[in-house]
């Protein structure tokens, strides 16, 4: 089994260099099925979401071909609709974009329920809603979501009871190419969502307003393809900004967009922590003690929920008592127990976490439950005194792009290991 060992106490020092942003990749690298022409996508990060949102692609039909480390060459022309295999869609939640893609290219689509991190409940009835506006008939059968357009895709006018990301990204796929025109109120405005409007319309969709929560889409004949270049990882920034405050650092973290940035750098400023902004880095020092804070996650431009457990950990650093409220999920709070198991002090009643900071951190071994509690465990392990063993790390490399190796030119104390796996069996008596 690997693992990521950390000996902590070391003060990050030096810069580190963002990459493409996983929740942009997974959408526009499945969006490219809408066009039967070439496209070629840039600034990809190199982590195992990213290459099994290929690898479906692959099973489907497409020619895939990696132009460079971070580039890669998709043509999906040969894609057959209802070909994406079960065990591989059910690994993540942005599989669920599939449904958007092949009803949008095909009128029809048959795919795997999705998977994804475990924050309780993750419903689908918003993307459905979507769908359905727009004259799909969804059946869901024996584990498959399945979408038929008998009268075709015709625009319509859909109010999202809830701001999901992943319902506005699907009806955007599935509404490009409709007749006539779609109205997406109460949208999502993240970052990535506004990348995957401007690949569409760089491909030659007429999409206006995303970013807003009122989205247009003018449905289009046919898209052509193109070269688009991802934007960078903002939870990825986050993480390193958070890193660097919690170990008392000076880092320079480059390849950013500091807008995308506000609220995690407006809370870490209340924190006390200095962040001085450039054109497409910041850089962030930390000398003093920090100030405990009140943190509610909301869909952006609120503080993010991805970055919830991560601020959890730098919380456990402050003096006094802080409050993290999750405003988006049913349940985040998995990684709790294991801050827990390295001396902090939490308590969580019902969405709120409680966390008395100023206990100091022991390493310990413990387990990544989920991406960001993964990313949240390493920061832990990077302040805590003596040393910090991290399994189940495949959670973490599904979303950080060389996050060990980027830490290490940092000066962190950190490694990744391989241990064989220990298989426990029962005592002969
Ligand atoms: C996307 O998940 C991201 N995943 C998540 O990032 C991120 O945490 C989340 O958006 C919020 O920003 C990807 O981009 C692959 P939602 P998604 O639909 O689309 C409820 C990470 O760490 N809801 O915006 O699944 C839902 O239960 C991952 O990178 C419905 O009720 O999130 C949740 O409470 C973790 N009905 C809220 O909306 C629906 O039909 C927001 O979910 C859909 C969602």
């Given at each position: 089994?690997?693992?990521?060992?950390?000996?902590?106490?070391?003060?990050?020092?030096?810069?580190?260099?963002?990459?493409?942003?996983?929740?942009?990749?997974?959408?526009?690298?499945?969006?490219?099925?809408?066009?039967?022409?070439?496209?070629?996508?840039?600034?990809?990060?190199?982590?195992?979401?990213?290459?099994?949102?290929?690898?479906?692609?692959?099973?489907?039909?497409?020619?895939?071909?990696?132009?460079?480390?971070?580039?890669?060459?998709?043509?999906?022309?040969?894609?057959?609709?209802?070909?994406?295999?079960?065990?591989?869609?059910?690994?993540?939640?942005?599989?669920?974009?599939?449904?958007?893609?092949?009803?949008?290219r095909f009128g029809h689509a048959h795919v795997g329920w999705p998977g994804?991190?475990?924050?309780?409940?993750?419903?689908?009835?918003?993307?459905?809603?979507?769908?359905?506006?727009?004259?799909?008939?969804?059946?869901?059968?024996?584990?498959?979501?399945?979408?038929?357009?008998?009268?075709?895709?015709?625009?319509?006018?859909?109010?999202?009871?809830?701001?999901?990301?992943?319902?506005?990204?699907?009806?955007?796929?599935?509404?490009?190419?409709?007749?006539?025109?779609?109205?997406?109120?109460?949208?999502?405005?993240?970052?990535?969502?506004?990348?995957?409007?401007?690949?569409?319309?760089?491909?030659?969709?007429?999409?206006?307003?995303?970013?807003?929560?009122?989205?247009?889409?003018?449905?289009?004949?046919?898209?052509?393809?193109?070269?688009?270049?991802?934007?960078?990882?903002?939870?990825?920034?986050?993480?390193?900004?958070?890193?660097?405050?919690?170990?008392?650092?000076?880092?320079?973290?480059?390849?950013?967009?500091?807008?995308?940035?506000?609220?995690?750098?407006?809370?870490?400023?209340?924190?006390?922590?200095?962040?001085?902004?450039?054109?497409?880095?910041?850089?962030?020092?930390?000398?003093?003690?920090?100030?405990?804070?009140?943190?509610?996650?909301?869909?952006?431009?609120?503080?993010?929920?991805?970055?919830?457990?991560?601020?959890?950990?730098?919380?456990?650093?402050?003096?006094?008592?802080?409050?993290?409220?999750?405003?988006?999920?049913?349940?985040?709070?998995?990684?709790?127990?294991?801050?827990?198991?390295?001396?902090?002090?939490?308590?969580?009643?019902?969405?709120?976490?409680?966390?008395?900071?100023?206990?100091?951190?022991?390493?310990?071994?413990?387990?990544?439950?989920?991406l960001r509690a993964g990313a949240a465990m390493i920061i832990a392990g990077?302040?805590?005194?003596?040393?910090?063993?991290?399994s189940e790390i495949s959670s973490i490399e599904r979303g950080y792009d060389?996050?060990?190796?980027?830490?290490?030119?940092?000066?962190?104390?950190?490694?990744?290991?391989?241990?064989?796996?220990?298989?426990?069996?029962?005592?002969?008596?």
């Amino acid at each position: 089994m690997d693992k990521i060992v950390i000996h902590g106490g070391v003060p990050l020092r030096g810069n580190v260099e963002i990459s493409g942003s996983k929740n942009a990749a997974l959408p526009i690298i499945i969006a490219s099925i809408l066009t039967e022409d070439v496209c070629v996508i840039e600034n990809l990060p190199c982590i195992n979401d990213v290459s099994l949102a290929l690898d479906i692609l692959k099973h489907m039909g497409a020619s895939v071909r990696m132009l460079g480390k971070n580039t890669v060459e998709i043509d999906t022309k040969n894609v057959r609709a209802g070909s994406s295999p079960y065990d591989l869609v059910r690994r993540m939640r942005g599989s669920s974009y599939l449904l958007g893609a092949e009803i949008g290219r095909f009128g029809h689509a048959h795919v795997g329920w999705p998977g994804g991190c475990d924050f309780g409940v993750r419903p689908i009835d918003q993307h459905i809603k979507g769908f359905e506006a727009i004259g799909a008939k969804i059946n869901i059968e024996s584990g498959y979501i399945e979408a038929t357009t008998p009268n075709g895709i015709n625009g319509s006018q859909v109010y999202f009871d809830v701001v999901s990301v992943g319902a506005t990204i699907n009806l955007i796929l599935a509404s490009v190419m409709a007749n006539g025109n779609t109205v997406i109120d109460n949208a999502a405005k993240e970052p990535h969502i506004v990348d995957l409007a401007n690949f569409l319309n760089t491909c030659g969709a007429n999409i206006t307003g995303v970013g807003t929560d009122v989205i247009k889409i003018k449905g289009v004949k046919k898209l052509h393809g193109c070269t688009y270049a991802i934007i960078p990882d903002m939870i990825e920034a986050g993480t390193y900004m958070i890193a660097a405050a919690a170990t008392k650092g000076n880092v320079r973290i480059t390849n950013v967009i500091p807008k995308h940035l506000d609220s995690i750098t407006a809370k870490l400023e209340e924190m006390g922590v200095e962040i001085e902004e450039h054109d497409d880095s910041v850089i962030v020092r930390r000398k003093g003690e920090l100030n405990r804070v009140n943190v509610k996650t909301l869909p952006y431009p609120g503080f993010p929920t991805d970055m919830h457990p991560q601020m959890t950990s730098l919380l456990c650093l402050a003096h006094g008592v802080s409050y993290v409220t999750e405003g988006v999920f049913e349940n985040r709070f998995k990684y709790v127990d294991e801050l827990r198991r390295m001396g902090a002090s939490i308590k969580v009643d019902g969405k709120t976490a409680i966390i008395e900071g100023g206990h100091p951190l022991s390493g310990a071994p413990v387990i990544a439950v989920d991406l960001r509690a993964g990313a949240a465990m390493i920061i832990a392990g990077l302040v805590a005194t003596g040393k910090t063993e991290i399994s189940e790390i495949s959670s973490i490399e599904r979303g950080y792009d060389d996050i060990v190796g980027k830490l290490h030119s940092l000066g962190a104390n950190i490694k990744k290991i391989q241990e064989p796996d220990t298989i426990y069996l029962p005592k002969a008596n």
